[in-house]
């Protein structure tokens, strides 16, 4: 049956390859277990019950939440071939009968329901004679009081199981918090052997978080090397909303607005401009998303900071769901954490203290020196363990290196400490810098002796410094007041046991410009092709995605297909949509090809690179374990790679659980700041709860050990481990 399964997928779809756990969920499915599918969006769900859905004999069942959903899949479907059509309450009554009809003639394999519809009598009345083989349960977080869109009708679907005892049950979601998915689970009583979870690991989208410095110009730098191609600017207000597209369009972009505070009929025609590719940039609140199936959006920007990393991830998952290559920019202030504390302070108490930690997961993403995916995957619980994704900023920076800036901590700690721990940055700063600002000579700190000892660097620079130190652990800060106070280990370093390495320039590096290298297609033809597809959409009053995805366009200006049988080679490209369009795009490609004199090239000789592949990627982890395992020590690896400590360590860590062995050496203890009784403590906290996660340990030891400690000692413990088992 898997075989049949693949013969649809490339003869119906036009595509190549599975995508992760697709022909797993697929034949799951078509043996009839019940399955849940946990997926990021874009990860390509709706595959899974489509294609059981062409190989069942009998109906299947689709319940969506969303009437836009369900048309944008009846369209999809339709220009597939497929024969599917949805009932709800958007639904005319002709309409209605006429897609009744098509289900009595057996017309129709999939049939789109809303839940309230599929509740309703004389839709069981209906259906209950028909067979259904497969019941499916989109968009299934909607069954949980815990997820953010819980529909009460979702409850009963599982009892209408019983309408249609002999169809199977795939549940599908993108939700990724464990919480919800528990609950998902619960209420359908599933078996938890046919749960499926991909990675919530979106290779494909490249993600940039930089300093708010100048957001108008900064935006419009970014929107330029966009052009023609669609995207979503989102603000955390409405009226921010109204002023960028106003500016935006006295720039000459192509923009409209979208927040609640605009009438359905509006936001229902800017929505539509945008699916349609009429418009290109949506400047929206967090209003605008929901349901919208858009596969070639290319960039999302954050105007604002989201309020937490689930909505960030929510939001820039719209991004690239076609799996080529999507650029996201946050832009990042600490005046918009300033913003969004406002509004958590209107909260409950209790739930302050969740938004809370929530901004502060955030405000950790932001700052982060590692690969972006790894806070944020870890997040949702996910470990993600290769040291460089290349499809971040913090990744393609480089290794800068690090300096001593064990003098400014010192400076900036003792200036904490003196003005009493109840002063955030800014305000410690002005010390440092000798200013005369009124709250500075209120409190007489120009009396201290720290006054005036920092005026080497510019507050910008001070302000960079500051929360590096808050990152090390040197300082802990009050998420209300933002007051900062000294940490033990910050006592280390001022009584100069330990030493401080950081960076004294933040980097603003413009990484949206290697896409120009990746993606190598012949730009003239695919604006042709994509006016010619427009034109096709608006005829058959489709988007034009549903013609054929960007994916399709760029590989004809690729590969200059000239015959029937090349262009059928092409993603996308499956046998209906050849017979539909097929010719059109041929002619034209004919035409242009001949006057340019340009032959067919063998999609074969190359595949398209729509992410960096594994190849190109360093391994640096490999190259640090090696030289590590050769003798070096970690003293000269910090020196051979110009990296610091901290990074020395989490490439050997990698190295590590990718199962190759690391030579054990005492050098590990030299470098921690503990003392070997509270290195037991430590190793004894590893041994009850695990290595994989620090989290755990960090907060069972109080909060007294740094993340950096820890890293090291848990690499010293797994290094042990391994020599024992070798003995
Ligand atoms: P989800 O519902 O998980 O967000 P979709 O089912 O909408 O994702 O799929 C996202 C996009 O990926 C769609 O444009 C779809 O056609 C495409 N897609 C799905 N599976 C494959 C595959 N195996 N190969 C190529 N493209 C695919
Ligand atoms: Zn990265």
Redesign the pocket.
Known sequence: MIKQARIF?KEV?G?????PL?QEIIENVLNRRDTLVI??????????YQIPALIFEGLTVVVSPLISLMKDQVE?LTQFGIGAVALNSAVSYSEYQHNIARIMRKEVKLVYLAPETLLMQKTLAMLSPKRVDCLTIDEAHCISEWGHDFRPEYRQIVEVRAHFPQAVCIA?T?TATPRVQQDIKDCLRFKTSNEFIASFNRKNLFLQIVRKTHPVKQTVEFLKKFSNQSGIIYCLARSQVDELTELLTNDGFSVKPYHAGLSDTERHRNQELFIRDDVQIMVATIAFGMGI?K?NIRFILHYDLPKNIEGYYQQIGRAG???LRADCLLLFSYADIQKIKYFINQKEEKEQRIANIHLNALVGLAETDECRRIPLLRYFGERYSVPKCGMCDKCLSGEQPLVDVTIPAQKFLSCVKRTGEIFGAGHVIDVLRASKAEKVIKFSHDKLSTYGTGKEYSKQQWFYLSRQFLHKGLLSQDMEFGSLKLTPQAWEVMQGKEQVFGKLEEQHDDYAQSQEKEQAYDRALFEQLRQKRKELADKTNVPP?VIF?D?TLIEMATFFPQSQESLLQL??VGSIKFEKYGHIFLELLCQYCQTHHIKEKSKQMKTFPSVPSERTKKHRHILIGEDYNSGKSIKELITDFAIKPNTIVNHLYTYIIEGYSLRSSDEFLTLSALSSEQRGVVFNTFDMLGTERLRPVFEALNEQVSYDELHLLRLYSLVEKQEKTVK
């Open positions: 997928l779809f595509y190549e390859e599975f995508r697709q997926m990021p969006t874009g990860g390509g769900k709706s595959l899974c999809q599908l993108a199936n596969p769901r076609d799996g995605y995805p994916n993603h996308g």
